[in-house]
């Protein structure tokens, strides 16, 4: 089992991630409306995972952010796959694809869990959501 400050460090490092992503690719869009969608989807992440870290500090805990590698890692992928193709719909694939490893990694993580804490609970729950909606959102770009 997993404990409530792991799932709110996985809380913390998704968002992370997801900021990560679009911040790489937003570079390369071009399109008015994908960019305010991925400034507020941007900013919607930063919500969460300045939640997470808070709250992990108030259990006495420092947020365990992304590793140089994990991040580097995203950087180089996103940036190649963006660079060979700029389009609306393959920025919006790639969004797509990340939210969607989000969602998996959160539903496991979570069943994984000893959730006792509704705070805890909440925040994982907000977390698929804004996963969840952002895969919505980024559809109209395909």
Same mark, same amino acid.
């Given at each position: ?15 992370? /991630? @997801?900021?990560?992503?679009? %911040?790489? !690719?937003? #570079?390369? =869009? @071009?399109?008015? #409306? ?6 507020? &989807? ?14 992990? %500090? ?22 190649? #796959?963006? /660079?060979?193709?700029?389009? =609306?719909?393959?920025? =919006?694939?790639? /969004?797509? %694809? @990340?939210?969607?490893?989000? !969602? ?12 006792? $804490? $509704? ?6 729950? #907000?977390?698929?959501?804004?996963? &969840? ?10």
């Amino acid at each position: 089992m997993l404990s409530e400050n792991q799932l709110l460090n996985h809380i913390y490092q998704t968002a992370e /991630m @997801g900021r990560e992503g679009i %911040q790489s !690719v937003l #570079k390369y =869009a @071009g399109e008015p #409306k994908l960019i305010d969608a991925l400034n507020s &989807q941007c900013a919607e992440y930063e919500k969460l995972q300045n939640t997470a870290g808070s709250m992990l %500090q108030a259990r006495g805990e420092p947020p365990r952010g992304l590793g140089p590698v994990a991040k580097a890692s995203s950087e180089v992928v996103s940036t190649m #796959k963006a /660079m060979t193709d700029r389009s =609306a719909a393959n920025i =919006a694939e790639m /969004m797509i %694809q @990340g939210s969607t490893m989000g !969602v998996t990694k959160s539903l496991r993580t979570l069943r994984d869990c000893d959730l006792r $804490d $509704d705070g805890v609970r909440r925040l994982a729950d #907000k977390l698929l959501k804004t996963e &969840q909606a952002n895969i919505e959102e980024m559809k109209r770009f395909l």
